[in-house]
């Protein structure tokens, strides 16, 4: 199964309730307030590792809950901050909340905040006034967010491999990198893209990808194709690995061709990426038909591309391979499918936290939407002073108004997030 695509669910930790608390100490039995404020709740951060390769450990944990900040104390103690939670997700992983791209984590200790902690709640501290000097209210904490979100992984490789089924992708990464791919005679053996470190001679090392099999129609979500093209995008290179031998009866010309269609369907800078040509399992072909090898690898040559006559098993033309893959990382320029600060959609994850709806239902104006409820979890209902501050804040975070212009009336039913109030200007 190939887990580089993952729907989870994150939420971050509700703030700590701010205190109602007076001081009552010898001498002072009328003491003024003295309610702490709440802890910060927790929030949850994605972090991009270069020691993680894959999504698979989000196949097992589909939810993170960061914990709760501490509510406030007497004697004007706050409550203590929420730790954040960490998730270490892949370098190159992007992502999606609500369809939109909200990040793209391209290198090594990127982090992104998926779902801020709560605010704490202010202690009764801090509502004294010279006509309210005995405040028997405080602010709850923010209550946590819930996001669910879908991570993608899109490899970051100097070298990608591409080309049909069983054509030696595999052995290639096994014999020239650190990686150990499953290796067989048949058909979609490699399932998962594969990251292998290239050490060779005294060059800087590269990371090289074995992309499992691309197939005809692939650009249109045939078999798994779709996929494993993501895993290409951001490849400075390419290598394209052909059956020189002809050995399941298939032509590397025609196959060269459906390939390279694919990767252009799927995206034009694809289709003008670097790309070397391997011609392998070499060994295979029989003395009477080496002639038609190197044809074949003039035929390519002839098309612009670099080729190489190769054969996995017998590691013949492998050194000749790498020294032009060394020598083209150093030269090659390309631009990569990252991206860009005007692709990606930040705002919309800020825009939770405020949004408010106005609708009316049989008379009665309904507000709802995360600020509603967050605003009636603030006020204590039974408190007059508490209710004169809701009038404030209802003003201020422009409710009032757009409940003026939905048509409200005096005398008139409104509905905040559950709660029943009687209009009057």
Do not use: W
């Not at 729907?7 to 009328?30: Q, Y």
């Not at 104390?73 to 960490?86: E, F, H, R, V």
């Not at 409104?414 to 209009?423: P, S």
């Amino acid at each position: 199964m190939i887990i580089d695509k993952v729907d989870i669910e994150v939420t971050s930790g509700k703030g700590g309730d701010g205190a109602v608390s007076f001081l009552r100490e010898k001498f002072m039995p009328n003491g003024g307030p003295d309610g702490g404020d709440g802890g910060r709740g927790g929030s949850v951060i994605f972090k991009a590792s270069k020691d993680v390769n894959t999504l698979s450990d989000f196949r097992y944990v589909k939810r993170f809950k960061a914990d709760d900040g501490e509510p406030g104390q007497p004697k004007k103690m706050s409550g203590k901050d929420a730790k954040d939670l960490y998730v270490k997700v892949p370098v190159g992983t992007v992502i999606f909340y609500n369809g939109k791209v909200v990040a793209d984590m391209t290198s090594d200790g990127e982090e992104f905040v998926a779902a801020k902690g709560g605010r704490g709640g202010n202690g009764n501290q801090h509502y004294a006034l010279a006509n309210r000097q005995a405040p028997k209210f405080a602010k709850p904490g923010d209550k946590g967010v819930t996001r669910r979100l879908t991570l993608e992984l899109k490899m970051l490789a100097d070298v990608g491999l591409v080309g049909f089924p069983n054509v030696g992708k595999s052995t290639l990464l096994s014999i020239v990198s650190n990686a150990r791919p499953k290796i067989a005679d048949y058909h979609f053996t490699t399932l998962d893209p594969n990251l292998g470190l290239v050490r060779y001679k005294n060059a800087e090392e590269f990371v090289m990808a074995d992309i499992p099999g691309i197939i005809e129609g692939a650009s249109e979500g045939k078999g798994l194709g779709s996929e494993f093209l993501r895993h290409i995008e951001r490849t400075r290179i390419l290598i394209h690995v052909l059956d020189a031998s002809g050995s399941e009866g298939r032509d590397p010309k025609d196959d060269f061709e459906k390939i390279n269609d694919e990767l252009k369907k799927y995206s034009e800078k694809l289709s003008v990426r670097t790309m070397i040509v391997m011609l392998n399992k070499a060994d295979l072909v029989p003395s009477e038909r080496k002639g038609e090898l190197v044809s074949l690898k003039k035929y390519f040559e002839d098309k612009g591309y670099k080729t190489f006559i190769t054969s996995t098993a017998a590691h013949m033309g492998i050194n000749e391979l790498l020294d032009c893959v060394i020598e083209t990382l150093k030269t090659v320029d390309y631009e990569p499918l990252f991206f860009t600060e005007g692709d990606i959609d930040e705002a919309s994850m800020q825009a939770d936290n405020d949004s408010f709806e106005v609708t009316v239902t049989d008379g009665v104006y309904y507000v709802t939407g995360d600020l509603a409820e967050r605003i009636m979890g603030t006020v204590n209902i039974d408190d007059y002073e508490s209710l004169s501050y809701l009038q404030k804040l209802l003003k201020g975070k422009g409710i009032l108004g757009a409940l003026e212009s939905a048509g409200v009336k005096d005398g008139d039913t409104v509905d905040i997030a559950g709660f029943e109030f009687e209009y009057y200007k």
